[in-house]
C-alpha cells in the first residue's frame, strides 16, 4: 500500500481477548469492527488488543458509530467439530458398503445394471454428503406451514418412517408457533390490514396472472406506478421492477458486464450475485469479506496490469457487495467502498435485498443508514421479499441505466410481468414506510424493529451465545459449530413451539454451522422473551453457550459517551 494510500485508510480491525473477569481462554480471540468518529477520546474504553486483524478504515467517512463482532471459534470446539464431520464421513463409507451389497436398504437414484456403461446420470460420490449428512437432518427443513408466515404460524405435524427419506403427514397442526426464521423484518406479511385489503381489491379489479412479458401485453399501469414510487423511495432518477428476486442480480448483471470486464465479488455474496456474473462471461475476482485492503488490492493491480496477456485497460469494473450479509448478519462498509470505488473509476452495484426496509432512519437501507448520497451508488437492487412482505425485485439509477436494461435484460424481456396484486402489496407497504399513508404506521415499525434488533442480541450475548454481525443488523446468527447440534437445536426449538432456520455446510464453513434467528417488527417483548428463554433453555441442554467474553465492547458506554460530547 502506497503512503498516500495508508494514510487515508486506517487500520481499526483488532483481534483481542476480554477479560471480562474471567480468565484468557486459548484460541478466544473476539474480532471486533468498532468505528467512532471520536476514535481518541474513546481508547479508555477498548480493551487491550493482543492480535491486528487485515482490514483498512477510514474514520471519517463514517458519521456514527459502526460496531461488528466475530468472535473466533474455540480451539477445542473447532477439533470437535472436524471429529465429528470424519466419523460421520466414516459411517457414511460404511453404510455405502452395506448398501452397495444390498444389507441395507437403499433409498437413492442408482444407473440401472443395463445402463452401466452409458455416461452416468448420477454422480455417486457428488451425492455423499447428500445421501450420508444431510438426511440425518433433513427433517428441519421445508417443513408444511399451513398459516399467514407472520410472528406466530402454523405447521402441518408430520413423521417419517425411514429416517428422513420420506415424510408422512399425521393430520394434526402444530399452533401458534413462534416464527423466528422469515425474513419478516417489517411484519407486513399478514392478511388483514390495509396491505391485504388493498391487495384483495386490486385481485378482483386485475386478476391474478398478468400472462404477458412487459415487453408484449404485460405492461399494467400498476407496475409503472410502482417503479416511480420505488425511485422516489430510493432517491434515484428511474428503477425497474421484475417478478423474481433471485433472477433481478441473475438475469441483470450479464447485461451490465461482460466479455473483457472485470468483477470484483465479495467472498460471502449471494448465490444469485454469484451466479450472474459467471453467467456474463466477465473476469471474476474476489476479495475477502469486508475487507477493504483486499479491495483495493484488486482494484489497484487491475488499473495498473489491466486485462491478462494483452494488458488492455479493463472495458469496465464492477464491484458486487450487499448491504446485509444474510448468514453473516454484518453490514458492508459502504462508506469505503464508496471511496474506493471513487478513486479508480469501477462502477457499485449495490444488493440490498435484506438491507431495504430493515435499515436506516427512513427504513431505505443502507445508504440511507450511512447518510449517503444514492447517487453514489452505480446500480441499487433490492428485493420485495423480504420487508414489504411480497414478491420479486428492482433494479434502480439513473434512467439511461433503466432504458438499458429495458431492451437488454433477460428478465425484462423475457419473463412474465409481476403480478397485480403483488404489485399493490408493494405499493401499499412502501407508502407505509414513507408516511405518504397518513399514518405513522411505518414510522413505528422501523424504530419497533430497531428496538427489538438490540434487546434481542443484546439478550443473547448475555447469555453467553456466541453471535455473529453488526449490532443493528436484524439477522442474528448463532453459532453451534458441530455437526450432530444443527438437527437437535432445530428440533428442540420447534418442541417448545419456535421455529428457526439451523444451517451447516456447504452453505456455511465446515466448522460454522449456526442457528440464524431473523428479528421483527411484529414481534412483542413477550415473544422475544419466550423464545429466548427456549433458546437458552436448549443452549444449555445442547452446551452450545460457547462464548467467554460477554459483551466484546461496551457499546452502551461508548454511545453514552459520544452523546454527552454532542
Known amino acids: 500500500m502506497t503512503e498516500g494510500t495508508a494514510s487515508k485508510l486506517l487500520n481499526g480491525d483488532t483481534c483481542h481477548r476480554t477479560a471480562n473477569g ?26 487491550p ?25 474455540p480451539l477445542l470446539v473447532a477439533v470437535l467439530t472436524y471429529m465429528g464431520y470424519g466419523i460421520l464421513t466414516i459411517f457414511g463409507y460404511l453404510r455405502d458398503f452395506l448398501r452397495d451389497w444390498k444389507i441395507e436398504k437403499c433409498h437413492i437414484a442408482r444407473e440401472r445394471e443395463e ?10 460420490f457428488e451425492n455423499f454428503y447428500t445421501r450420508n449428512l444431510y438426511m440425518r437432518i433433513r427433517d428441519n427443513w421445508n417443513r408444511p406451514i399451513c398459516s399467514v408466515p407472520g410472528a406466530r404460524m402454523d405447521l402441518v405435524e408430520r413423521v417419517t418412517p425411514d429416517y428422513n427419506w420420506t415424510f408422512e403427514h399425521t393430520g394434526k397442526v402444530i399452533k401458534d408457533v413462534i416464527n423466528m426464521g422469515s425474513y419478516n423484518y417489517l411484519g407486513f406479511a399478514e392478511n388483514v390490514g390495509t396491505c391485504a385489503e388493498e391487495s384483495a381489491d386490486v385481485t378482483l379489479k386485475y386478476g391474478v396472472g398478468v400472462n404477458s412479458t412487459r415487453n408484449e401485453m404485460g405492461n399494467l399501469d400498476k407496475h409503472e406506478e410502482l417503479e416511480e414510487l420505488v425511485a422516489r423511495f430510493l432517491g434515484v432518477e428511474a428503477s425497474m421492477a421484475f417478478g423474481m428476486g433471485f ?57 495498473v496490469h489491466g486485462q491478462p496477456r494483452t494488458h488492455r485497460p479493463w472495458k469496465k469494473i464492477l464491484i458486487l457487495v450487499e448491504g446485509i450479509y444474510s448468514m453473516e448478519g454484518s453490514l458492508v462498509r459502504l462508506p469505503e467502498v464508496i471511496a474506493l470505488k471513487k478513486k479508480y ?5 449495490l444488493d440490498e435485498a435484506h438491507s431495504i426496509g430493515a435499515l436506516g432512519p427512513r427504513g431505505r437501507g443502507v445508504v440511507d443508514y450511512f447518510g449517503l448520497d444514492p447517487r453514489d451508488v452505480d446500480i441499487m437492487m433490492g428485493t420485495f421479499t423480504k420487508s414489504f412482505g411480497a414478491a420479486g425485485g428492482y433494479i434502480g439509477g439513473k434512467k439511461e441505466l ?3 436494461l429495458r431492451s437488454h435484460s433477460h428478465s425484462a424481456v423475457y419473463a412474465t410481468s409481476m403480478s397485480p396484486p403483488v404489485a399493490q402489496q408493494i405499493i401499499t407497504s412502501m407508502k407505509c414506510i414513507m408516511g405518504e399513508d397518513g399514518t405513522t404506521l411505518g414510522r413505528d415499525r422501523l424504530r419497533q424493529l430497531s428496538e427489538n434488533t438490540t434487546y434481542f442480541r443484546r439478550r443473547l450475548q448475555e447469555l453467553g451465545f456466541i453471535i455473529y454481525g453488526n449490532e443493528d443488523s436484524p439477522v442474528v446468527p448463532v453459532m453451534l459449530y458441530m455437526p450432530a447440534k444443527i438437527g437437535a437445536f432445530g428440533r428442540e426449538m420447534l418442541k417448545r413451539n419456535i421455529g428457526t432456520v439451523v444451517v451447516g455446510f456447504p452453505a456455511t464453513p465446515i466448522i460454522e454451522s449456526r442457528a440464524r434467528f431473523c428479528v ?31 459483551r466484546p465492547f461496551p457499546l452502551e458506554e461508548a454511545t453514552s459517551f459520544l452523546e454527552s460530547q454532542e
Open 22 to 47: 474471567k480468565k484468557s481462554v486459548r484460541n478466544g480471540f473476539v474480532k471486533n469492527h468498532c468505528l467512532f468518529q471520536q476514535q481518541q477520546q474513546l481508547q479508555k474504553y477498548r480493551r
Open 49 to 73: 488488543k493482543e492480535k491486528s486483524q487485515h482490514a483498512s478504515r477510514n474514520a471519517s467517512l463514517y458519521n456514527k458509530p459502526f460496531v461488528e463482532s466475530f468472535e473466533e471459534t
Open 115 to 124: 445402463q452401466k456403461d452409458f455416461v452416468p446420470l448420477y454422480q455417486d
Open 247 to 303: 433472477a433481478t442480480n441473475s438475469m441483470n448483471i450479464p447485461a451490465l458486464a461482460g466479455k473483457g470486464c472485470l468483477i470484483l465479488s465479495d467472498e460471502l455474496n449471494h448465490a444469485s450475485l454469484v451466479l450472474g456474473a459467471r453467467l456474463s462471461g466477465s473476469t471474476i475476482r474476489v476479495f475477502k469479506h469486508n475487507n477493504m485492503q483486499s479491495l483495493e488490492k484488486l482494484l489497484r493491480d487491475a488499473v
Open 345 to 349: 473509476k469501477a462502477y457499485l452495484y
Open 402 to 404: 433503466i432504458d438499458y
Open 520 to 550: 421483527s417488527a411484529a414481534h412483542t417483548r413477550e415473544m422475544l422473551d419466550t423464545a429466548l428463554s427456549a433458546i437458552s433453555e436448549v443452549g444449555d441442554l445442547l452446551q452450545v453457550k460457547y462464548s467467554r467474553h460477554g
